[in-house]
């Protein structure tokens, strides 16, 4: 009778939901956010993968910086990146006739020589021709098949590294290696083979096999 009186004064106290109710309480479910759950594992994935996408977004805006400019000639100076949209020019081997001529803007003297060109070439003398084709071309063929002498520098680093390999090398040899064990000695080695042969070791095919007992040598 205890339990059954316990048992029916916690169902009057447990608020059945009605249906004007029902709505408010589904409602209010959705609302509220589930409880978060943290884990050292989820916070160090959370760190790791925030730092590698900084890095990511630090070293492409450092590679497209860098793209954007671009060294003149030589001269310290800065380029605006090249126009690939527009026709360009190259020296080229595979490409006999570029896009566009090498000098865009021709000055009185090669806009006179231009309109020779129309004209006779038996008129034009052996260094206007050189100049209509300075005109029009960088280099000759001549120009960009002679040898640049790269090979020497290429050389020239492969043997650097290879004497500076060399050098770390004998330095370990010296400084961080241990001495050879004694065992690598020719006494040692000696005393070895003797012993090995008072052993007979492998005495069918093998080690002892090669030694004359009688004649205390090798066959």
Do not use: C
């Not at 009185?108 to 020779?116: G, I, P, R």
């Not at 960009?144 to 290429?154: A, D, I, L, S, Y």
């Amino acid at each position: 009778m205890v339990v059954s009186n316990v048992y029916l004064h916690s169902l009057s106290q447990f608020k059945i939901p009605t249906k004007a109710n029902t709505s408010h309480y589904l409602s209010l479910s959705f609302l509220s956010p589930p409880t978060p759950v943290f884990s050292w594992k989820a916070m160090l994935h959370l760190t790791a993968g925030r730092v590698a996408g900084l890095l990511s977004r630090r070293g492409v805006a450092a590679f497209s910086s860098s793209g954007v400019k671009m060294a003149s000639h030589g001269h310290g100076g800065v380029t605006e990146q090249t126009d690939m949209s527009v026709p360009l020019y190259w020296d080229r081997l595979d490409t006999p006739l570029p896009d566009r001529p090498y000098k865009d803007t021709l000055s009185a003297a090669d806009k006179s020589l231009k309109q020779k060109e129309k004209g006779p070439w038996n008129s034009l003398s052996k260094e206007e021709k050189l100049a209509l084709y300075r005109i029009m071309f960088n280099e000759t063929y001549a120009e960009m098949k002679k040898p640049t002498g790269e090979w020497k520098t290429v050389f020239g680093g492969i043997f650097f590294f290879i004497g500076f390999t060399g050098l770390v090398v004998l330095w370990q040899r010296y400084y961080v290696y241990p001495p050879h064990p004694p065992t690598l000695d020719d006494e040692w080695q000696a005393m070895q083979v003797k012993r090995m042969l008072d052993m007979r070791v492998n005495p069918v095919e093998g080690f002892s096999a090669k030694w004359d007992y009688e004649k205390g040598q090798w066959k």
